[in-house]
C-alpha cells in the first residue's frame, strides 16, 4: 500500500495545534470563583478575543461565564483596606517562555457591575489597552505579584481579575475571585464589635438600677432593705432557748429532776406547781 505524503500546509497547520496547546495556567489566590481550579486550567479562544472578554465587552461579566467554567459573582470570600497590597498568586502549569511578556499578565478590579475591569487595571496589561509595562507570566508552579488596591475606594462586593493573554499559544486564561475592600475591616468583625458594644451597654445599665435601687418604703416611714447579717440575727432571736423561772414563780418543793423549758427570748417559766409543771409567759 502506498504511503500517503502530507502537504508542507497539512504539517504546519498540525505543528501549530501542538504548539498553542503548550500553555496553561491558572489564578491561585485570591481564591477564584467556585474555589481551586482543577488541573491545568480553562483555555479560551481565540487571543484576539482576550481583551474584549476580559473587559466585560461581549456582554458578559469579564470572568468567560460558561465557557471558563465561571459560576457568576457571590459573596466576598475576602476583606482587605483600600491602598493595602495584595499579593496576586497564580501557577503556570505548562510554561511557554515565548508568551511570558506577550502579551503577559493582567490583574485588575471592578467595584460593580456597571464598573469596567479596563478602567481599573493595577498591573500589566493585554493587547488593546493603554500603554502598559508586560507584566511577566513567569515559568513556576507558584508565581506572584504584590499589587497596591486603589486609596478612597471601597466595595462590599468586588472582582480581582487575573488575565494571561498568550499570543503564540492562540488563546487566554481567565480566573475572577469575589472580594470586598472596606475602610473598617470586613462586615463579621464590625458586627462582632457592636455585639460588644450592646452586651457591655446592657450591663451598664443593669449596675445603674442596682445603684438606683430605692429603699423598702411604707406610708409613714422609709427604712433601709435589712442586710443579711440582721435578718440572720432576727431569726436567730425568734427561736426559742432555755428559759429562766419567772420572779414570781413558785419554788420547787419536789426532789424531781425537772427538763429545761425552752421558750421565746423574751419569756420566762412560770412554775404552777411545786414540781415540775412550767408553762412560758411574758416577762422575766
Not at 22 to 46: D, Q, S, W
Not at 64 to 91: I, M, Y
Not at 161 to 169: F, K, P, R
Not at 179 to 199: E, F, H, K, V
Request: with cysteine; aromatic share 6%; charged share 30%.
Amino acid at each position: 500500500m502506498a504511503s500517503k505524503q502530507l502537504s508542507s500546509p497539512s504539517i504546519c497547520l498540525i505543528l501549530s495545534f501542538f504548539v498553542q496547546a503548550a500553555c496553561h495556567g491558572k489564578l491561585t489566590y485570591p481564591v477564584p470563583r467556585g474555589g481551586p481550579i482543577e488541573g491545568y486550567g480553562n483555555k479560551l479562544r481565540p487571543f484576539d478575543d482576550a481583551r474584549k472578554v476580559a473587559n466585560g465587552l461581549d456582554d458578559g461579566d469579564g470572568c468567560g461565564g460558561k465557557r471558563n467554567d465561571d459560576p457568576g459573582a457571590g459573596k466576598a470570600k475576602l476583606t482587605f483596606k483600600p491602598g493595602q497590597k495584595v499579593e496576586v498568586k497564580w501557577s503556570i502549569t505548562i510554561p511557554h517562555s515565548r508568551d511570558r511578556k506577550r502579551s503577559g499578565v493582567r490583574i485588575a478590579l471592578q467595584y460593580s457591575s456597571t464598573d469596567s475591569f479596563g478602567s481599573n487595571i493595577l498591573a500589566g496589561g493585554v493587547e488593546g489597552d493603554p500603554e502598559y509595562t508586560p507584566l511577566d507570566a513567569g515559568k513556576e508552579d507558584i508565581e506572584a505579584f504584590s499589587v497596591a488596591l486603589p486609596k478612597g475606594k471601597t466595595c462590599k462586593g468586588c472582582t480581582l481579575q487575573w488575565l494571561w493573554a498568550a499570543e503564540g499559544d492562540g488563546g487566554y486564561y481567565l480566573g475572577c475571585a469575589d472580594i470586598a475592600i472596606l475602610d473598617s475591616g470586613s462586615p463579621t468583625t464590625r458586627r462582632r464589635r457592636r455585639g460588644n458594644r450592646r452586651r457591655g451597654s446592657r450591663r451598664r445599665r443593669r449596675r445603674r438600677r442596682r445603684s438606683d435601687m430605692p429603699s423598702v418604703t411604707t406610708t409613714a416611714t422609709t427604712t433601709e432593705m435589712p442586710s443579711k447579717s440582721r435578718r440572720r440575727r432576727r431569726r436567730r432571736r425568734s427561736q426559742p432557748v432555755v428559759a429562766p423561772d419567772c420572779q414570781d414563780s413558785k419554788p420547787q418543793t419536789c426532789r424531781r429532776a425537772c427538763k429545761p423549758l425552752k421558750c421565746l427570748p423574751n419569756q420566762c417559766a412560770m412554775r404552777k406547781d411545786s414540781c415540775c409543771t412550767r408553762s412560758c409567759q411574758n416577762g422575766v
